[in-house]
Every structure is written in C-alpha cells, then in structure tokens.
C-alpha cells in the first residue's frame, strides 16, 4: 500500500479507500463524489458511506443491514 | 474531507476545473462569500467549501468579492492563469504570487462513485481497494462492483444482474 509502480514517471497519490467486507456492504471513504443515475442524485460527502452488495437493502444505493437476515 | 488540500499556506479546494485557496488569517469577516454563495461557503459545514455546490463561474464571482487574500483562486489549467483582467481582483496572480508555481493539487481528482440503474457500481479514478485481505493500487482506472448479489466474480460484477433481474427499488 506504500509505493507505486517502480519506474513509473506519474505517482498519483489515491484519493479514497474502497473496502469490500465480506458478507457485507462496501464502505468508501475520502474524496469522492458519488452519482446515482436512476434515482437522480450526485453529492460529495464529507464521511465514509456504505453501499449495498446483496441486492437486498430498501434504502438503495446504500447497506440498511438487511444481507444479515 | 472531499476535495480537500491542507498544504503549509492555508487550505485549498478544487472542483477540477479552478482551485480556491482559503487563508484563514487574513479573513476579516466581511462576509461576503457566504451572503452571496452559502451553497459554496457556508461557515457551518466541514469542511466549509462545497467546490460543488454552484457553477465555476459562480465561485469565481463570489471569491472575487473577497475585500483581502483569504479567499483567492486559480484555473487547474495553468495556461489559461495568465494575462488575468484585472476585474478579477483575487485571481492569485494579483494577490497571492507566491503560489503561481503551487503544483500540490496535481493529482487531487475526487474519485467517481457511479451507481448505475439495474446495475453494478463503477468506480473511477486512482483509490485503493480491500477485498479478501487484499490491497490492491487502482491508478487512474476503473473497476466495476456488484451490487445485485449474484455474481459468481465477487466482489467484481459479471453481468449476471440480467440473468438474475436484479431489482433496484
């Protein structure tokens, strides 16, 4: 997580932290912007968030706990 | 933070098209960016510029107004911060040179985040990826997540979602 490619001339520094946890949502936190097409929504959000991965949440995009059940 | 800088002179904030430099200690409360722009500079959000929350032009307009160097700005495109009109009175070239040559924002791009309808999550840009007790770097590329549950590439999407129809109500 600490270098780049050796030899690369362009060291871009990242700019959020996406993690997958297993059984669970996904969590990302930094500098993004988040945009949901369907439901007509782009923000940038100072926090981390949590998006669904189950398909199963009634709060889309975001998790609501419901993979647990 | 989003798209955020905290660098030694003060703090900037990019949209990637201009870049605002915030120096707290010259700021002498005249309020003018947050009477004209609160959707951009509102003192009670952190961090307190929203590069978002209006049209490049806007901001331009609103930090122009600034009466001292607290609020000033710069196109990313370094060609086009010279022969600035003089009208626009806090570009930095008038009010704070010393951060002509200032490259640090080179890379401060925020991460694209796309939710797509029916389908996976497309994530874009340069940010690093936990899975599985992984790390992987993803540089300036793009990876696309399901989010329906069926794929049988986890935590990567397959394009199952069709076959399975996924529901994103």
Redesign the interface.
Known sequence: ?TS??NGSSKK?????????F?KGP?R?K??????????DI?????EEIY??????SKS??YCDGSHEK | MNNVGKFSRGRKYTNGEITVYWKPGSCIHASFCYRELIEVFDPSRRPWVNMYGATTEEIIKTVDMCPTDALTWKWNDEKRNINIDPSHTNHISFRRPELINDDTQASAEPVSVKVMPYGPLVINGTFTMKYDGKIKEVNESVVSLCRCGASNRMPFCDGNHRKTGFNDE
Do not use: H, W, Y
């Open positions: 997580m780049m490619e871009l520094k990242p700019q959020a932290e996406i993690e997958i297993n996904v990302i930094g500098n993004f912007i988040i945009r949901d097409i369907k439901r782009m923000e940038t959000i100072s998006l669904c991965r189950c398909g199963r889309k995009p």
